[in-house]
């Protein structure tokens, strides 16, 4: 895997750049307590999929994974208006967006 | 060819609507009959039958001509799956025709009869809806063209048996009888089942055409045609009320009397004489099953003659008279005599619906009464009801020249013809009806009336509606038998020149036809008359120059006659051997099987359900942080173990 893509990059780079960014999401998830923060880490992850989906497009020539990569960009548009509407509702009822006080779902 | 198209297409939209008027008539009086007047849902009703009777005619007087042949009406394709094919389909031929004139002309009388007898019922509507629902489904019996559909209408036949059984449904005993009747039946439709199964299985198709024409490939008594006899012969025994399966028919008597008129008479209960009639290619193909019939006709026309010496009740009397009746139909059919007895059929329809709704009239001059202990000298208070039911009685007793004595005479001389053995235990059955019959009009019309004062001030003739059906039916029992006058006294017997065709295909019957000697078959006539006679005269002597009454229940006498007073014990060696058992077992199997094992699993099933979610609902903790840890983790483990794999 030795072949550029569009300049002196190695097409395997993108490859460890998403992943590294895909881990950073997960561990943003996972870790932090701020609802926002852990909105943020899942956009993380939605766009290093994203750009594998663009590399690979690239490489292989093949116009559907950007496509792909735009319903994957409305969708997450979509996702962070409900998410960020939930959010600030939350707020407004319990002055606060740390995910350790919204335990009240609970069997 | 170009006829039968003609035919089926000119003769389609009645084919059609004779049986579709009746189910109109139950659908009205079924959802409407509450906002009906009285007159009205049974005028309905009543209308609906006749019409049907009337198209039916449409369809017979065509029959009467040479071009007709037998014709089939395609409705609608029901069931198509793979090899199975089975149309909504009606087929018409002599036979069918004959039925259908049978079962809307006395349908449609009894109809009437029944718009007077349950006037003051409040069930009125209900009775109409059953009655109607029940026409309906024996037309389908008999113009079904396949297996199936005849099936259909021979459980629709069935549920409405058991509907007008238990029609007073808030007396016990009457529900029990109509659960009898019903359970009794189904030991007979399995018998029905399994043989169209086997006809499926070994001819490929249910439809009665197809079925008869590959036939011709089997062997006399091959097995599978054997089987396939007996098998459908076992329904026939159910429905007709044949020895071991006619128990229920002298319970049935519990339903109104037009009910037992109509189907406990003259038509479900020889939907068995139908189904053999109508299969008649197969039965010759198999004389072993002949005989088994043969022996269970004469069997059950002699023991329901001897239960039927010492009954009092004036329905069961009548009942027993009916399975002994039927019993000498299928004599004939194991004779295969097959026009002989539906020519007993037809007769058998007219005078014993005559003597049924004679009773009913009785029954409605006594206030209910059913005894015949308790009635006597009714003649002069109820002369139509009078004289119509001596001609009823006189018509089964088999006196010429009234419709019974042509019928029964001929399947006489089709037992002679094949044993004077069989003759003569057939004779000495029909000696037992005409006995039983005139102890029964003598005990009810002669002598002095034995009820109360309040009866006797009550006694009346019944309402016009009651007694025109009596009076047509009257007319009936005495012409019925002309349809069949045998060549020896001069006729031409019409019936068996017209039921021709449907036995046309039937190579064996046609080479097997007897012919007796004429002077030998007048001899034989004169001697069941003579038998007849003497009979009568004996009863009498007995009960009416003698007046001896038949005994209280206190003071039975014993031996042989109280063997017969309580009908040979069959109820109860049926109750020691079968229903205790099955009781024995249900309850066994309840108190153990049910309550421990199969309660004891689902409820294991549901505790289990029920303690696990209490231990896994803890893991919903609220913890979001948790949760997608969580979804993480099983990510991982899911995408270890589909790499592994």
């Known amino acids: 895997m030795n072949e550029f893509v569009g300049g002196q990059v190695p097409f395997d780079w993108y490859l460890y750049l998403s992943l590294v960014l895909f881990a950073i999401g997960v561990a943003g998830v996972l870790m932090r307590r701020n609802a926002i923060v852990m909105f943020m880490s899942v956009e993380l992850m939605l766009n290093s999929v994203n750009l594998i989906l663009v590399s690979y497009s690239s490489y292989t020539g093949k116009l559907s994974g950007m496509v792909f990569v735009f319903f994957v960009m409305v969708v997450a548009a979509a996702e962070v208006a409900v998410g960020l509407a939930l959010l600030v509702s939350i707020y407004r009822n319990i002055r606060s967006v740390d995910i350790e006080e919204l335990k009240n779902l609970k069997w | 060819m170009k006829d039968i198209v003609d035919q089926s297409a000119q003769f389609a939209l009645s ?24 007159t009205l849902s049974g005028a309905l009703a009543t209308l609906s039958v006749a019409v049907s009777f009337i198209l039916s005619l449409t369809i017979f007087f065509a029959a009467q001509n040479d071009g007709f042949s037998a014709f089939s009406v395609e409705v609608f394709e029901w069931i198509t799956a793979g090899a199975l094919r089975i149309p909504m389909e009606f087929y018409i031929d002599q036979l069918t025709v004959m039925f259908m004139l049978i079962i809307t002309g006395v349908g449609s009388l009894i ?10 019922d409040e069930g009125h509507n209900r009775f109409f809806a059953y009655l109607n ?5 024996m037309l389908l019996l008999v113009m079904g063209a396949n297996y199936l559909i005849t099936f259909i209408g021979w459980e629709g036949v069935g549920l409405c048996s058991y509907l007008l059984i238990g029609f007073w449904y808030k007396n016990q005993e009457y529900n029990n009888a109509a659960k009898k009747a019903f359970i009794m039946n189904r030991i007979g439709d399995l018998g029905f089942l399994l043989g169209m199964f086997l006809i499926f299985q070994n001819f490929g198709s249910l439809t009665f055409t197809e079925v008869f024409s590959k036939a011709g490939n089997y062997d006399l008594n091959d097995g599978m045609i054997v089987a396939i006899t007996l098998l459908l012969f076992v329904g026939a025994t159910g429905k007709s009320a044949q020895l071991p399966l006619f128990t229920w028919l002298p319970d049935a ?12 008479a003259a038509t479900m209960v020889t939907a068995g004489i139908y189904l053999v009639v109508r299969s008649n290619i197969l039965f010759s193909l198999a004389p072993d099953t002949q005989h088994v019939i043969l022996i269970v006709g004469l069997a059950t026309a002699i023991f329901g003659a001897i239960i039927g010496l010492r009954q009092n009740d004036i329905k069961k009397v009548l009942a027993y008279s009916t399975v002994s009746q039927l019993g000498y139909m299928f004599i004939a059919l194991g004779l295969g005599a097959y026009s002989a007895a539906f020519f007993h059929v037809m007769t058998h329809a007219f005078f014993k619906a005559l003597l049924f709704l004679g009773a009913g009239s009785v029954i409605h001059a006594m206030s209910g009464e059913q005894d015949i202990r308790r009635m006597g000298g009714l003649w002069k208070y109820i002369k139509v009801t009078g004289i119509t039911f001596i001609i009823g009685t006189i018509a089964i007793s088999g006196i010429p020249p009234l419709a019974g004595f042509f019928s029964k005479d001929e399947i006489l001389a089709n037992a002679f013809a094949h044993s004077p053995l069989i003759w003569g235990l057939a004779v000495g059955g029909s000696m037992l009806t005409a006995f039983y019959m005139f102890r029964l009009f003598f005990l009810t019309f002669c002598g ?15 309402p016009a509606t009651i ?3 009596l009076i047509v ?3 009936l029992s005495i012409i019925g038998g002309f349809a069949g006058v045998p060549e020896v006294l001069g006729g031409s017997h019409w019936l068996n020149r017209f039921l021709a065709p449907v036995f046309a295909d039937n190579e064996i019957l046609s080479h097997s036809a007897h012919h007796l000697d004429h002077n030998l078959e007048i001899m034989l006539m004169c001697i069941s008359v003579a038998a007849a006679v003497i009979m009568i005269t004996i009863a009498y002597v007995v009960y009416v120059s003698k007046s001896v009454r038949p005994a209280d229940d206190q003071h039975q006498p014993g031996g042989f006659a109280k063997l017969i007073a309580n009908k040979f014990y069959v109820d109860e060696l049926y109750n020691a051997i079968i229903v205790k058992p099955v009781m024995f077992l249900s309850n066994a199997l309840y108190n153990f099987v049910e309550v421990y094992i199969i309660d004891g699993f689902v409820n294991l099933l549901g505790k289990g359900a029920v303690g696990g979610s209490r231990v896994l609902r803890l893991a919903q903790s609220g913890n979001i942080g948790f949760y997608f840890f969580a979804i993480t983790i099983s990510i991982l483990v899911i995408i270890l173990i589909n790499t592994l794999s």
């Open chain 2, 473 to 475: 039916l009257a007319v």
């Open chain 2, 15 to 38: 084919t059609i609507l004779i049986p579709l008027l009746p189910l109109l008539g139950f659908t009205i009086n079924a959802f409407f009959g509450k906002h009906l007047s009285k």
């Open chain 2, 467 to 469: 007694t025109i059906p």
């Open chain 2, 253 to 264: 008597m519990a339903g109104p009397t037009p009910v037992s008129a109509l189907i406990h």
């Open chain 2, 133 to 137: 629902l029940f026409v309906f489904f």
């Open chain 2, 448 to 462: 002095e009336f034995r009820g109360t004062e309040e009866q006797k001030h009550h006694l009346h003739e019944s």
């Open chain 2, 111 to 120: 109809h009437l009869y029944s718009m007077g007898y349950m006037h003051d």
